[in-house]
């Protein structure tokens, strides 16, 4: 092991597992909801809506995940706020305190899109959100999503970096987690998406653009993943040897199965639409998975 490498290993296990999983889903979602307005058509609405009513719920899990791991409640406000004063706490030098802060902040944006997908679509019979339903259709609304995005794509990186600076071998021997886990973020999400549209006659409409979507997102994941993989050197048997070449069989089948399915119809006769989707979300489990858990070991 490199000498560079002398800070204890920090023996993340399920909850952050899970935590960096969803995390890289609800700022996906809440992306590929943002493109859909800006690129869309009005036939596309229904497809974003449903991507900002499943980003707020993700992102609400990770704030408990990562509370079960600190193991007291109080601990994960410790980082937004003084325990004494109760002034705000924002350290630029702490990946930890940042990213609380910045979960506490998009979770402002995914809050307000969450309201606006209900009052849009009708969900909610209210005319407080039916006004509010109307923000995307300004140029403040378009704004707005377009800053939450932003937001969105850090949340879904974030996790990736977090490894990179923790000054463990593996994670910080390359500089590719932060891309690898938004490109992953953001298929999943596309994956999560069509799952849930498929029951939405109007939505069908756009499951071919986000076909195309979730094929660049794998390919750039897969991109990313053999960069990886080279540029760890000598380190790389870490994280193939042993049993976590299974994990890595089903990061493979998650990703060039769909791909497969989504480039050649054909292919959907073998592997349904729903199949591949469940895929691909298992497949990012697995990635994430196999690089938390291997470079602990």
């Not at 071919?208 to 990313?224: G, N, V």
């Not at 193939?240 to 069989?249: C, K, N, V, Y």
Request: some cysteine; hydrophobic content about 60%; charged content about 10%.
């Amino acid at each position: 092991m490199p000498n560079e490498h002398f800070v204890a290993p920090p023996n993340w296990e399920w909850y952050i597992l899970l935590y960096f999983f969803f995390a890289g889903l609800a700022g996906g979602a809440f992306v590929i909801g943002t493109m859909l307005r800006l690129w869309g058509n009005a036939a596309d609405w229904v497809t974003s809506r449903i991507a900002f009513l499943i980003s707020l719920p993700l992102l609400l899990i990770c704030p408990i995940l990562l509370t079960l791991d600190l193991g007291k409640p109080l601990d994960f406000w410790h980082m937004l706020f003084n325990a004494g004063t109760g002034a705000p706490v924002f350290k630029t030098w702490s990946p930890m305190s940042l990213g609380a802060w910045a979960l506490l902040v998009f979770g402002f944006f995914a809050f307000v899109m969450f309201l606006v997908a209900l009052g849009e679509g009708g969900y909610v019979r209210s005319r407080a959100l039916s006004r509010v339903g109307r923000l995307p259709t300004n140029v403040f609304g378009l704004v707005f999503m377009v800053i939450g995005a932003i937001l969105g794509i850090f949340i879904a990186a974030y996790t990736g970096v977090l490894l990179a600076v923790s000054n463990q071998p593996v994670w910080s021997d390359t500089w590719t987690l932060g891309g690898l886990f938004l490109a992953s973020g953001l298929s999943g999400a596309a994956a999560t998406i069509m799952l849930l549209s498929r029951r939405q006659r109007e939505a069908t409409v756009t499951e071919p653009k986000l076909m195309e979507a979730d094929r660049y997102f794998i390919i750039l994941e897969l991109i990313l993943i053999a960069i990886f993989l080279i540029t760890l050197g000598g380190l790389v048997t870490k994280v193939l040897g042993g049993a976590w070449i299974l994990l890595w069989l089903v990061v493979l089948v998650g990703t060039l199965v769909p791909l497969l399915v989504e480039w050649r119809p054909r292919w959907s006769r073998q592997v349904s639409p729903v199949l591949a989707s469940v895929l691909v979300l298992v497949g990012v489990l697995a990635l994430r998975a196999v690089i938390i858990f291997s470079a602990q070991a």
